[in-house]
């Protein structure tokens, strides 16, 4: 079945240790998605990639990175994580990026921070 | 902000009755639609209703859109306790989706 898998499910890491998070996809989609989700909220968006394109949200913090090496993979580096970053990480992929596309979620990783 | 705001934050219900809940946002759309999210689980997609449509249904889900007064509901009938989860209505803005906060539905035995 096609789909968006991230791994791993469940990721520590300690206090200022780098961390990349990983994400595919089967649909061949063009878009993909970084959302970061803490209890209770709303998935917030950090950035995506139109095919190689990559759009920042304005309010994502430089700790955040992105790497889309190919249209099936994307990841996101945390490059020194705090205790803030302790969330559920969410990628998600649409076919284009108009307004109000469907999206399709991966499973998440949840982040804990040492 | 374009996000929706979602009415109530959280529901309980007994099962097998129906459970309904609202999304309110604040600027015109061309479409609206509404997640499901499974306790530490990704959001699922489930239904995408455009601004000419005033209903739509899917299974047991049946969603209403009243662009006048800004909002959207999501009614779930016949609850189980498989629709345990948050529900969240999401907008759209620009090249994105912007999703409210959700409501948190708990279906009780």
């Known amino acids: 079945d096609a789909m968006v898998i991230q791994n791993p499910r469940y990721q520590v890491t300690q206090f200022g240790k780098p961390v990349t998070l990983s994400c595919s996809q089967t649909?061949?989609?063009?878009?993909m998605y970084w959302y970061q989700q803490k209890s209770s909220q709303a998935p917030k968006l950090l950035f995506h990639?139109?095919?190689?394109?990559?759009?920042n949200e304005a309010d994502t913090p430089d700790n955040f990175q992105s790497r889309r090496p190919n249209t099936s993979f994307c990841f996101l580096d945390i490059r020194s994580p705090g205790l803030g970053d302790a969330a559920m990480y969410l990628c998600?992929?649409?076919?284009?990026?108009?307004?109000?596309?469907?999206?399709?979620f991966g499973p998440g990783t949840r982040l804990l921070v040492l | 902000s374009q996000q929706g705001e979602e009415d109530p934050q959280a529901l309980s219900i007994q099962e097998g009755e129906n459970a309904t809940m609202n999304c309110s946002y604040k600027?015109?759309?061309?479409?609206l639609q509404w997640y499901r999210q499974n306790s530490g689980r990704g959001l699922v997609h489930l239904i995408l209703?455009?601004?000419?449509?005033r209903e739509k249904h899917s299974g047991r889900l049946r969603v209403t859109l009243d662009t006048s007064k800004k909002s959207s509901s999501l009614l779930i009938t016949a609850s189980r306790a498989a629709d345990t989860a948050s529900y969240f209505c999401?907008?759209?803005?620009?090249?994105?989706?912007?999703f409210g906060k959700g409501t948190r539905l708990h279906i009780l035995p």
């Open positions: 998600a992929t649409s076919r284009g990026p108009l307004d109000g596309e469907t999206q399709y």
């Open positions: 649909l061949n989609h063009n878009v």
């Open positions: 990639y139109y095919d190689k394109d990559f759009n």
């Open positions: 600027t015109s759309i061309n479409n």
């Open positions: 209703i455009r601004s000419n449509e």
């Open positions: 999401a907008t759209p803005g620009g090249d994105k989706i912007i």
